[in-house]
């Protein structure tokens, strides 16, 4: 039993990484990424799979085969982390273009459950939380943690990108133009906290995104401050906040000359 | 922007912060310089609209918002308004926008012109089926689904039936749940479940009986699970033929046999008796006992005394059971022991297990049973719910009444009485409607599929929001035979109504482009009784038009023809509308259909059909107002009231004060349900020497029944491309087959070759294998049974025997 768990736990990991890249080669929306992805400043994520020191994704039929030294390799706690707390958070618009880009190209639309970009247990719900429960960076890996209250149907909402077991082929042209993910919050005035462009809903943990497994330009520049809707509003219609779209007065007072 | 250097307060709390953070290095956060992005100052110049409106897809019945920017759906999100689904969906709800915009929509009406089709206009397109039924109204028949809408659905069972004095009308559902209606109709003498979702929030335990509900109805199935999450307790039981997501997340897998149902739901009343541990007062009070009458078989039976009962019980002992089933004796006890509790909540949940079932009837009954015997029934957390797979299938096909025999409202055409009232509402001439039922929908594309001077009278079919020729049984005698010329069948016409191509417009002669969803208004109704409403939000692409539409613009055809039918008793058009100057709308012409709300109009006709069975409808603008009211919606004080639990006092206004529990339209008349007792039978076919697996169809979470739409979307595409054979690791050695390999599955009536996936989605046992039908490329039903439950006519696709053959590449 716990070898099957622990088993099931590499699978997932080693998976990961190649599923990763895969993942981000959505023909659905092809975003335009300026490839290959990478930024000069120590902090990229993207790596090559064939670069060394990078777990081989294990197809899943080939499980048995496993080894167990692999299997020790690629234990969540044995991972090392690069996640760097002393480092300062330089928001560069390219980059946050191409975070965006990024995001939305495996989801047809900004508000859509982003799709899985790498193999999954078919039946089992517990090995995604083994992963997605804590949220992980690596060198080579970025695992987000759940933006939302733990919910335990995980394939309810989020698909495979690129399933093992078929050769994953799209039926039939579709012109779905999905709205994009806005480029910013709205301000009153420069220096001002932008407004959350972005539904609250299944948003719920803003670290998820914005926060040290985050992408390279939407990450906060300030994660020390922990209450973010005291300063960022987040929107009432994207919230499905009111029934009523636009806020009601009395008549103003009627002036007579 | 003139920020670079932080702010004094800043520079301090960071510094705290990266201290405190030094010591949990591997959670802890960077921080940065307040760096300010560029300000979006305008509003972007034309924003998203949002508008409610029910899922296209299942019977769950989610309301989602959609976003609407420029004319087209751009967006989708989880109502949060909507007490179904409370915000959430699943993957193919977040996707139903862009089941709008497959490229291949159909968008010009196409007439075949030998092995290829020419575009016709519309004009033409309505001629030639007026035509077809002018020459022989005897022999047209329309086949519909649960997904009209219900004024769609309303409409074209007024054509036919009274119009046309023809009852050859019939849905897929027919396919679907018939088994659960004459479930329910044997029971409480009325159709659709007493409970409601509510009940998922408060049971103390779950059991789903051959249902799939984790990938099927994947947000009932988590407003279950999700509890969990929230520290609460609930015992989750499968009772199943293979392992699947739903077992995951329960504490018990009951693997049984195909038929094991009708064994357990035994062997738990057997055990509830045998120990004392029924409600007796409830029995007493609320319940008569029945059996099937084999000489005069209908779904009244004949009544028996509980001791009569408690006697045709007696063989089920659990171990009986065991050996029928293939659940252990313990497992029975233990369900026994669950139902024998009175201080928990139960509810049952099914779905195609037991309605695509040869004795579908008596299986749905004899749950209703269990949960009757046992008193788990009428109050919150106890109920025997049986779900729907289509968007409508309840609203439409089962209130509406779009069935051979039936007539809205819970009437059907064998009744004088019944008859007569349509006739009254329909303001048609009297005897107009026929008596006689027409054909359920295996004998009318049998009838389709035979040579006309062979007997086959059903000349020419009107396929309307569903693919027949992907999901009716054994397609190779209920479908196919249309494509071959050797059938003799030249002179048999297939018309269908559709949004994209589809298995079943390959061999059609017409094909008519349909608007779906938000491209026209609409008003469904879900498997918990809850009408739900929604307003056209945007154009149906090139020359693709309303179901409903295409119904009436025939209807004037006829009638502008002098056909007398079309015409009501006073010489109007049967589909008259008023605009607001009190003169005719020409909804027949398409520039008019839109300058009424058609949809209201039809809808407040169809409400006054709704109170004889106390299935009471609220005026139309009520459900614009609402995210869908159950019914009956009674008004109390001007207020609008939906009922939660049926039969209940202090839930239900209809019954009495004082009667606790009243099934006020019991079929013995007498305020009581009937507790059924059936015998275990072995399924139509079972594996032998010659075919020695169980094949068992079904979904996956990705594809709604046929594809149609979802495989026109991307995600849902790339996550589930195409079909495969399930099969377990042992009898995938034993075959020599891999992974990806090519299977041979024949039946006794067809074949096909598909790609193995061991353990796949579901992990089926030894001497089952599972393949979905979603494919078109892959027609599990060439190989299906075309045998039919004797009440329901509906047939079972759960269980065909197959033999398995490795095709070497």
Request: negative net charge; charged residues 25%; hydrophobic residues 35%.
């Amino acid at each position: 039993m716990k070898n099957a768990k622990a088993l099931s736990a590499f699978v997932i990991i080693s998976l990961v990484v190649a599923g990763y890249f895969t993942g981000l080669q959505s023909p659905m929306k092809t975003p335009q990424l300026e490839a290959p992805l990478t930024i000069d400043d120590g902090q990229v994520e993207h790596i090559s799979v064939s670069q060394p020191g990078v777990i081989p994704a294990t197809n899943y039929t080939k499980m048995p085969q496993v080894t167990r030294a692999l299997h020790r390799q690629t234990l969540l706690v044995s991972l090392k982390s690069t996640i760097d707390p002393l480092a300062e958070i330089k928001i560069d618009p390219k980059e946050k273009q191409l975070a965006l880009q990024r995001r939305d190209g495996n989801r047809a639309y900004n508000g859509a459950p982003p799709t899985i970009p790498h193999p999954i247990d078919q039946i089992s719900d517990a090995s995604c939380v083994a992963c997605h429960g804590v949220g992980f960076k690596t060198e080579s890996l970025r695992i987000s943690r759940m933006s939302h209250q733990f919910l335990t149907n995980c394939t309810q909402c989020h698909v495979e990108s690129n399933p093992q077991h078929l050769k994953p082929a799209v039926f039939r042209e579709n012109s779905f133009n999905g709205v994009e993910a806005p480029k910013a919050g709205p301000r009153a005035f420069p220096g001002a906290p932008p407004q959350i462009p972005h539904a609250i809903w299944m948003r719920v943990d803003c670290m998820s995104c914005h926060g040290t497994t985050g992408l390279h330009g939407i990450r906060t520049t300030h994660p020390w401050r922990n209450n973010c809707q005291q300063c960022h509003a987040p929107s009432a219609e994207l919230n499905q906040t009111f029934l009523v779209a636009e806020p009601q007065f009395f008549p103003s007072p009627k002036i007579v000359e | 922007m003139d920020n670079d250097q932080p702010l004094p307060l800043d520079a301090i709390q960071r510094r705290q912060f990266i201290k405190a953070s030094a010591m949990a290095a591997a959670t802890a956060v960077a921080g940065g310089t307040g760096f300010s992005l560029p300000i979006l100052a305008q509003e972007p110049k034309d924003r998203i609209e949002w508008e409610k409106a029910p899922c296209r897809f299942c019977g769950t019945g989610c309301h989602v918002q959609v976003g609407v920017q420029g004319g087209k759906v751009v967006a989708v999100a989880g109502d949060q308004n909507a007490e179904v689904n409370k915000g959430l969906l699943c993957v193919k709800g977040y996707h139903v926008g862009s089941a709008l915009y497959g490229e291949d929509r159909l968008t010009k009406p196409l007439l075949r012109d030998g092995d290829s089709y020419r575009e016709i206009s519309w004009d033409e397109a309505i001629k030639t089926i007026a035509d077809r039924i002018e020459a022989a109204p005897e022999r047209f028949a329309f086949y519909g689904s649960g997904q009209w809408t219900i004024p769609e659905g309303y409409a074209a069972q007024k054509f036919m039936k009274g119009g046309l004095a023809n009852n050859h009308i019939d849905p897929n559902a027919r396919l679907c749940m018939a088994s659960a209606v004459t479930g329910f109709l044997a029971t409480y003498g009325v159709d659709e479940p007493a409970g409601c979702y509510d009940d998922l929030d408060v049971c103390d335990v779950l059991i789903m009986w051959g249902n799939n509900p984790a990938e099927m109805h994947p947000v009932l199935f988590s407003r279950v699970t999700d509890r969990r999450s929230r520290g609460e307790k609930v015992l989750l039981i499968d009772i199943g033929t293979r392992r699947t997501r739903t077992t995951d997340a329960c504490q018990h897998y009951l693997e049984m046999k195909g038929h094991g149902d009708m064994a357990i739901a035994n062997g738990i009343a057997h055990l509830l008796i045998k120990n004392g541990t029924y409600d007796r007062k409830f029995v007493e009070s609320h319940c008569n006992f029945k059996a099937p009458d084999d000489e005069n078989p209908n779904l009244h039976g004949k009544p028996i005394t509980f001791d009569e009962y408690k006697r045709q019980l007696e063989p089920y002992t659990p171990e009986h059971v065991e050996e029928l089933s293939g659940v252990l004796a313990d497992d029975i006890r233990m369900l026994a022991e669950l139902f024998g509790n009175p201080e928990l909540k139960i509810t049952s949940l099914w779905c195609m297990g037991m309605n695509q079932h040869t004795r579908g009837t008596a299986i749905n009954s004899m749950v209703h049973g269990v949960h009757l015997l046992s008193g788990h029934f009428g109050t919150p957390g106890n109920a025997p719910t049986s779900l729907t797979g289509q968007p409508s299938a309840c609203g439409t096909v089962r209130e509406v009444g779009t069935l051979a025999h039936a007539l809205p409202g819970g009437r059907v055409v064998a009744d004088a009485e019944h008859r007569q009232q349509a006739e009254e509402f329909w303001n048609v001439p009297e005897n107009r409607i026929n008596p006689i039922p027409g054909y359920h929908t295996v004998k009318m594309w049998e009838s389709f599929c035979t040579p006309t001077d062979e007997g086959g009278d059903i000349g020419t079919i009107w396929v309307q929001v569903t693919n027949p020729g992907q999901t009716l049984p054994n397609l190779n005698k209920l479908f196919n035979p249309k494509e071959s010329n050797k059938a003799n069948l030249e002179d048999k016409f297939l018309i269908v109504s559709d949004v994209y191509p589809t298995a079943t417009t390959r061999l059609a002669d017409l094909i008519l482009p349909s608007a779906m969803w938000v491209e026209k208004n609409g008003v469904v109704g879900n498997s918990e009784r809850r009408t739900q409403q929604w307003f056209k939000m945007v154009d149906p692409p090139g020359d693709a038009r309303d179901d409903c539409w295409q119904a009436i613009a025939v209807a004037h055809e006829l009638f502008e023809r002098g056909m007398d039918g079309m015409k009501d008793r006073d010489d109007r058009f049967l589909f008259e509308v008023n605009g607001e100057d009190d003169q005719p709308v020409p909804i027949w012409e398409w520039e008019h259909y839109y300058d009424v709300n058609v949809d209201k109009h039809l809808f407040e006709e169809y409400r006054q059909f709704s109170r004889m069975k106390h299935k009471d409808l609220a005026p139309y603008d009520e459900y614009v107002k609402a995210r869908g009211l159950r019914w009956p919606v009674v008004e109390q004080d001007g207020e609008w009231n939906e009922t939660l639990w049926r039969f209940s006092e202090g839930y239900d206004p209809y019954v009495k004060q004082g009667e606790d529990i009243q099934f006020y339209h019991s079929s013995t008349h007498d305020d009581r349900a009937q507790i059924w007792f059936h015998p275990w039978i072995a399924p139509a076919e079972v594996p032998d020497d010659e075919y020695p697996f169980m094949l068992c169809t079904g979904r996956v979470l990705e594809h709604w029944h046929t594809g149609s739409m979802t495989r026109r979307i991307p995600e849902l595409s790339r996550a589930m491309p195409g079909g495969y054979l399930e099969i377990c690791a042992e009898d995938a050695a034993a075959y020599g087959l891999r992974n990806g390999d090519k299977a041979l599955v024949e039946s006794r009536r067809g074949s096909l070759v598909i790609p193995v996936w061991i353990d796949g989605r579901g992990q089926p046992p030894r001497g089952t294998v599972f393949i979905p039908f979603f494919d078109e490329m892959l027609l599990v039903n060439d190989l299906t049974l075309d045998a039919l439950d004797p009440f329901s006519k509906q047939p079972d696709y759960k269980k065909s025997a197959v033999r398995i053959e490795k095709v070497s590449s």
